[in-house]
C-alpha cells in the first residue's frame, strides 16, 4: 500500500492519541479530531467513518487523517458526458470525503497524497460492497478545488466546490501511483 512501512492505515479507536495532533492551518479539522468526543463518537455511531495515518517511526503518531460516509449523486448535477455513461436513476450511489487533514509537521512531504490515495482504496473497497460509483467532496475554498482538480477530481457544474472523481479514475490513479512505486 501506498506510503508502507512508514505510514499505517487504521480506522479510529481509543488507543490513538488524537491530542496531539496539530493543523493550525485549518484548526476546525484539528478540533474535530481532537475534540474529547466528535470525532470518535462520530466513528463510533458510523455517522462517518474516521481512518487515521500512523506514523510508525514516530511511535505510531497520527500523521492525518480522512473520514468517509455514505451520499448520493444527482445525475442532472454531474457534466453530460459522465451521465450519459451510467444507467438512469433519480440519484446514484457515492462516498463523501468529509474531511481530510495532516498534522503540520509533515508539511512539505507529500502526506496529502498518501491520504488522498488510502481513501481511493477504502472507497473502491466500499464499492465492492455496496455499489457506490464515485467520490465526492466539498472543497473548502477555490486553491483546495484546484488541488483536487490535479488528482482527477471533476467539478460539478452547478457547483463548483463540489467535486466528484468516479471509481475508475481512482482505480487508475492508484495503479498509475502504485506501479510507479509512488510516494
Given at each position: 500500500?501506498?506510503?508502507?512501512?512508514?505510514?499505517?492505515?487504521?480506522?479510529?479507536?481509543?488507543?490513538?492519541?488524537?491530542?496531539?495532533?496539530?493543523?493550525?492551518?485549518?484548526?476546525?479539522?484539528?478540533?474535530?479530531?481532537?475534540?474529547?468526543?466528535?470525532?470518535?463518537?462520530?466513528?463510533?455511531?458510523?455517522?462517518?467513518?474516521?481512518?487515521?495515518?500512523?506514523?510508525?517511526?514516530?511511535?505510531?503518531?497520527?500523521?492525518?487523517?480522512?473520514?468517509?460516509?455514505?451520499?448520493?449523486?444527482?445525475?442532472?448535477?454531474?457534466?453530460?458526458?459522465?451521465?450519459?455513461?451510467?444507467?438512469?436513476?433519480?440519484?446514484?450511489?457515492?462516498?463523501?470525503?468529509?474531511?481530510?487533514?495532516?498534522?503540520?509537521?509533515y508539511d512539505g512531504l507529500g502526506l496529502e497524497s498518501i491520504l488522498i490515495v488510502r481513501a481511493f482504496s477504502v472507497v473502491l473497497s466500499v464499492a465492492e460492497q455496496s455499489g457506490s460509483l464515485a467520490l465526492v467532496v466539498d472543497a473548502k475554498n477555490e486553491t483546495?478545488?484546484?488541488?483536487?482538480?490535479?488528482?482527477?477530481?471533476?467539478?460539478?457544474?452547478?457547483?463548483?466546490?463540489?467535486?466528484?472523481?468516479?471509481?475508475?479514475?481512482?482505480?487508475?490513479?492508484?495503479?498509475?501511483?502504485?506501479?510507479?512505486?509512488?510516494?
Open positions: 500500500m501506498i506510503g508502507e512501512p512508514r505510514f499505517r492505515q487504521e480506522r479510529l479507536g481509543q488507543q490513538h492519541d488524537r491530542a496531539s495532533f496539530k493543523c493550525t492551518r485549518e484548526e476546525t479539522l484539528e478540533r474535530y479530531l481532537t475534540d474529547p468526543g466528535r470525532a470518535a463518537r462520530e466513528n463510533k455511531r458510523n455517522v462517518s467513518a474516521v481512518y487515521v495515518l500512523l506514523d510508525t517511526t514516530q511511535g505510531d503518531r497520527i500523521a492525518g487523517y480522512f473520514t468517509i460516509s455514505n451520499t448520493t449523486l444527482i445525475p442532472a448535477l454531474v457534466p453530460v458526458d459522465v451521465a450519459k455513461k451510467l444507467l438512469r436513476y433519480d440519484s446514484w450511489g457515492a462516498v463523501k470525503l468529509g474531511r481530510m487533514a495532516r498534522h503540520d509537521e483546495l478545488a484546484a488541488w483536487y482538480v490535479n488528482q482527477g477530481f471533476r467539478n460539478l457544474p452547478e457547483s463548483p466546490l463540489t467535486l466528484f472523481i468516479t471509481n475508475a479514475q481512482m482505480a487508475a490513479y492508484v495503479k498509475a501511483l502504485t506501479s510507479a512505486g509512488e510516494p
